[in-house]
């Protein structure tokens, strides 16, 4: 497939379902080899990388828990033996939990950064001595719009969306050297399907009259900030959050 990520290799983590997905898709759609990763579910990752093949593309799924730092060694040493490197890594992989303040246990607390923030770092740490000799590449994290404005239940999201940011701009100048870029998207309220563990589907029009464009992102408006940051059009691009939220937060 020809596009502007063609012979480009690239991994996106909690590939299985919603931004994810569309990320891994477009991404192929664009020409890169695509290692669809997702924690347990073998089904839903097997249907994007299906998808992917079936219109004429590459990918591979392979399922890695990203807080888990030997599956992630693996998980890169696949994605080489398949496509001879790496050059773009997504970290979309999280959890969202819907628990107060007062009512939080320090374990939950810990699974969360253990996903979002320390999945990132673990992430980062494996694929990059494989980007480097390909003479650079993009590292694109899905942040959030919560750590931003504040959003009650989710303080341990919003700290580790806040503490991922920060990894993507002492990232970026110290990988700056080897020509990768490290960018974070925080996106607004999103018309994806949530699960119970994250509040559970809004209703319809209730977020929405809180933004400023009255409507909540489509998945393929996030996907294309990420394959911006990503490509060959933000390549001086680095150390950015890039907010896509209707105007909800205004930088």
């Known amino acids: 497939m020809s596009g502007s990520f063609a012979g480009k290799v690239a991994l996106v983590t909690g590939a299985g379902k919603n931004i994810g997905r569309t990320i891994a898709l477009d991404l192929a759609r664009e020409g890169a080899s695509v290692i669809v990763n997702g924690r347990s579910d073998r089904g839903a990752v097997d249907a994007v990388v299906g998808e992917i093949n079936a219109a004429g593309g590459q990918a591979i799924g392979v399922l890695a828990d990203v807080s888990d730092e030997a599956a992630v060694a693996r998980m890169i040493e696949t994605a080489v ?8 890594v997504v970290s979309n992989a999280g959890l969202r939990r819907q628990t107060s303040f007062l009512q939080m246990e320090l374990a939950e607390w810990r699974e969360i950064l253990s996903v979002a923030l320390d999945g990132a770092f673990i992430l980062a ?3 990059v001595p494989h980007m480097i000799p390909r003479g650079g590449g993009a590292i694109v994290s899905l942040s959030g719009i919560s750590t931003h404005v504040g959003t009650p239940n989710r303080c341990h999201v919003s700290a ?10 002492a990232l970026a100048i110290e990988l700056a050297p080897h020509q990768i870029t490290c960018n974070c998207v925080a996106p607004g309220a999103v018309d994806t399907v949530r699960g119970a563990s994250a509040g559970g589907p809004l209703g319809r ?6 933004i400023p464009l009255g409507r909540r992102a489509s998945v393929e408006e996030i996907s294309g900030a990420v394959l911006y940051l990503a490509g060959p059009l933000g390549r001086y691009v680095t150390g950015q959050v890039l907010h896509v939220n209707g105007g ?3 930088t």
């Open 205 to 210: 029009g209730m977020a929405e009259r809180g």
């Open 81 to 88: 033996a398949a496509y001879g490197g790496i050059d773009v």
């Open 125 to 127: 740490k494996a694929a």
């Open 160 to 169: 580790s969306k806040a503490g991922l940011e920060g990894l993507m701009r």
């Open 248 to 250: 909800t937060f205004l």
